[in-house]
């Protein structure tokens, strides 16, 4: 089992930044992509960003690239989100997930996921 838990969430204007982090505990001795995901109110969880476990492969959603970062420290079992040039539309609960293998995009593949952050851009 793995155990996924996310920080950084929080309250910013559009244009602030954020960075959330994912950290991994349990077994983690394999190698394991991860995914964010967000869910706004009323919307289904929707793809965000994932990466590989080396880390040379990484997927952004249209509606991110350019402004968040995904990068991975797998020495702490921690994987970053750097969100810049933040928008109201980027509020959501931002949920990671970890499965074996290599990344992918659909939600259904990941098998472990965080309990979720909050991330609110005001207007």
């Known amino acids: 089992q793995v155990q996924l838990v996310e920080s950084g969430g929080g309250l910013v204007q559009a244009g602030d930044s954020l960075r959330l982090s994912c950290t991994a505990s349990?077994?983690?001795?394999?190698?394991?992509?991860v995914g964010w995901f967000r869910q706004a109110p009323g919307k289904e969880r929707e793809f965000v960003v994932a990466?590989?476990?080396?880390?040379?492969?990484?997927y952004y959603a249209d509606s991110v690239k350019g402004r968040f970062t995904i990068s991975r420290d797998n020495a702490k079992n921690t994987v970053f989100l750097q969100m810049n040039s933040l928008i109201p539309e980027d509020t959501a609960v931002y949920y990671c997930?970890?499965?074996?293998?290599?990344?992918?995009?659909?939600?259904?593949?990941?098998?472990?996921w965080g309990q979720g952050t909050q991330v609110t851009v005001s207007s």
């Open positions: 990466i590989s476990w080396s880390g040379s492969n990484t």
């Open positions: 349990g077994r983690t001795g394999s190698s394991y992509a």
């Open positions: 997930a970890a499965r074996e293998g290599s990344s992918s995009t659909y939600e259904r593949t990941y098998k472990y």
